[in-house]
């Protein structure tokens, strides 16, 4: 079985704060792969992200960045300087790499506010 | 490279109505899924095609729902009888292949509203 565990369910914060949207998961597999995802008030999800299990490295991507944790199942998302364009609903998914297909499952999203 | 379609946008039903979703994956792509997501949750997998084949439909409620693959290019998805709590955004995706180093591509959804 697998579990995706987003505990913030909304977060608000200021034009220009920085903010840590994070993500938990669980897995038996060694393989498998992190997923962020972005879904504005127009409804689409825009993908941001894909992580596999061996790689922990860090990304950052303009004011991006994800923090991967394999020893803490952890996958947490950072944005520095926020932007109101930054408001939406930001989804965690893992995906397991199976012999045969994969399914992608999601968190229950976290709602992040930026205001002017 | 064209996206994946999803139509109607919208769609307002009464409660024992029946309604259908339809969708045109990106061109190429083998596996398609459709997703229920409830306002204010993930988004949750009801069944995923591989080509025409059904691969998971585990958390379909087969009593109402059913979805088709026909030629495994588009694909409709249809409730009948619907009820109050199907009221829900239907989202289509698919990918190459169905392993996630290709991803997903997600379309916009169909807002069902039944009242």
């Known amino acids: 079985a697998q579990k995706v565990t987003q505990a913030q369910t909304e977060i608000s914060v200021v034009e220009k704060e920085d903010v840590t949207l994070d993500c938990v998961y669980e897995t038996r597999d060694t393989t498998y792969y992190l997923f962020w995802y972005k879904q504005p008030p127009s409804g689409e999800l825009v993908f941001l992200i894909r992580?596999?299990?061996?790689?922990?490295q860090n990304e950052i991507s303009g004011r991006y960045s994800w923090n991967f944790q394999k020893s803490t199942s952890s996958f947490n998302f950072t944005i520095t300087a926020s932007q109101v364009v930054d408001s939406a609903v930001y989804f965690c998914?893992?995906?397991?790499?199976?012999?045969?297909?994969?399914?992608?499952?999601f968190g229950k999203g976290t709602m992040l506010l930026v205001s002017p | 490279e064209a996206g994946v379609a999803q139509s109607p946008r919208y769609k307002i039903i009464e409660k024992r109505q029946s309604v259908a979703f339809w969708c045109n994956p990106i061109?190429?792509?083998?596996?398609l899924y459709w997703y229920q997501q409830i306002l204010g949750q993930g988004p949750k997998l009801l069944i995923q095609?591989?080509?025409?084949?059904?691969?998971?439909d585990s958390q379909l409620p087969k009593d109402r729902f059913s979805a088709e693959r026909l030629k495994g290019v588009d694909s409709t998805l249809k409730i009948q009888p619907a009820k109050l709590e199907d009221s829900a955004v239907y989202l289509c995706a698919s990918s190459l292949d169905g392993q996630p180093p290709h991803g997903y591509t997600f379309g916009s959804g169909t807002r069902l509203t039944v009242v």
């Open positions: 992580r596999n299990s061996f790689d922990e």
């Open positions: 061109s190429g792509h083998a596996t």
């Open positions: 998914a893992l995906s397991e790499r199976n012999s045969g297909y994969s399914t992608l499952t």
């Open positions: 095609f591989q080509n025409n084949g059904v691969v998971d």
